[in-house]
C-alpha cells in the first residue's frame, strides 16, 4: 500500500470518528432543547438526524476532495503534512457547520417560543 492510499484511509476514518464524538456529546442535549422547543417526536428525530447526516457529509466531502498528488520520491512527512492539512480542513468544515446549525436552531427555537406564548 502506497502512502498516499495509507493517509488517505487514515483521513477517511478521523473524517467519521470526529462527527461522530462530537454528535454523542452533543446529542442528549440537543434533543432536550429539541423536544421542549419542537414538541413533535418526528421533528426531534429529523433535526437530529439531519444533524448528524450534515456533519458525515461536511465532513467526508473535504477529505474525499483531499489530493494526495504528491511528486514521486516524496518523504514519509510530505505525506503526514498533506494528512494533517485535510485534518485541519475537515475540521474547518465540521465547525462551519456547527456554527451554522446553531444560528438555524436558535432561530427555530426563537421563532417557535414567540408562537408559543402567544
Known amino acids: 500500500m502506497s502512502p498516499g492510499v495509507g493517509t488517505f484511509l487514515i483521513l477517511l476514518v478521523l473524517s ?21 422547543t419542537v414538541k413533535l417526536p418526528g421533528g426531534v428525530t429529523f433535526y437530529l438526524r439531519s444533524f448528524l447526516l450534515v456533519l458525515y457529509l461536511s465532513a467526508l466531502s473535504v477529505a474525499v476532495g483531499t ?3 504528491l ?17 485541519s480542513s475537515t475540521m474547518q468544515a465540521t465547525l462551519l457547520f456547527v456554527g451554522i446549525y446553531v444560528v438555524v436552531v436558535t432561530i427555530l427555537i426563537a421563532t417557535l417560543k414567540i408562537k408559543d406564548d402567544q
Not at 18 to 34: A, G, K
Not at 72 to 87: D, H, N, T
Open 71 to 87: 511528486p514521486a520520491g516524496s518523504r514519509f512527512m510530505q505525506y503526514v503534512w498533506k494528512g494533517a492539512e485535510g485534518v
Open 16 to 36: 467519521l470518528v470526529v462527527p461522530t464524538i462530537l454528535f454523542l456529546v452533543l446529542r442528549d442535549s440537543l434533543r432536550e432543547l429539541l423536544k421542549h
Open 67 to 69: 489530493s494526495f498528488d
